[in-house]
C-alpha cells in the first residue's frame, strides 16, 4: 500500500494517459466510423457532440487537453499541500465516471472506442484508491466535491470548445498572413 500522497501524486500521469489516448486515436476513428455514427446516433444529442469533436484541428484538442492536465495538476498539488484528500478524491471519481462513461459507448455502440484501453487501465488505478485509502476519506464531503467538479467539467468543456474553434479561426489566420513570408 503506497501512502495517500503517492497516490495523488501519480494522477497527473494517469489523467495524461488516458487523454494522450483520446488524442492520438479519436480524430482517424471519428473519420474511419463516421457512417456507423451517423447511422446510430444521428437523433440523439450525442452526435452533437462528436461533431464538435471532428469540427476542431489535432492542435486545438491538444490546447484543451494542456487546460485539462493544468487544472488537474494544480488541483491535485493543492490538494496534497493542505492534505484536502476528498477535495482531491473528488476529482478522481469525477475523472472515474468521465471514464465510465467511455466504457458505456463501447457498450452502446459496440465497438472499439478511443479512450477504451486507458479507461480500462485507469479505472484499475480509481479501485486501487478506493480500496487502500477509504480510511482518508469522509464520503459525504467526496459526494460533494464529486458533484460540483461535474458541473465544473460540464461548464470547461463547453468553454474549452469555443476557445478551441477561436483558437482553430487565429491558427487559420495566423498561417494565412504569414504564407508569403
Known sequence: ??????????????????????????????????????????????????????????????????????????????????????????????????LFIHILQFIILRVYIPALITSLLCSIYTFIILSDCRDCFQFETVAVYTFLFLCALVINLAGCFKMAIAFDHWLIKYSSDNDGK
Open 1 to 98: 500500500m503506497l501512502p495517500a500522497n503517492a497516490y495523488m501524486s501519480l494522477f497527473p500521469a494517469v489523467f495524461m494517459i488516458h487523454e494522450l489516448e483520446e488524442l492520438i486515436m479519436l480524430k482517424p476513428w471519428l473519420v474511419s466510423n463516421k457512417t456507423m455514427l451517423e447511422q446510430r446516433l444521428m437523433k440523439r444529442r450525442l452526435y452533437k457532440v462528436i461533431q464538435l469533436h471532428t469540427k476542431i484541428s489535432e492542435s486545438a484538442r491538444a490546447l484543451i487537453i494542456a487546460e485539462e492536465f493544468l487544472m488537474v495538476s494544480t488541483i491535485t498539488l493543492l490538494s496534497i499541500n493542505t492534505r484536502s484528500y476528498n477535495l482531491w478524491l473528488g476529482l478522481v471519481l469525477a475523472f472515474q465516471i468521465h
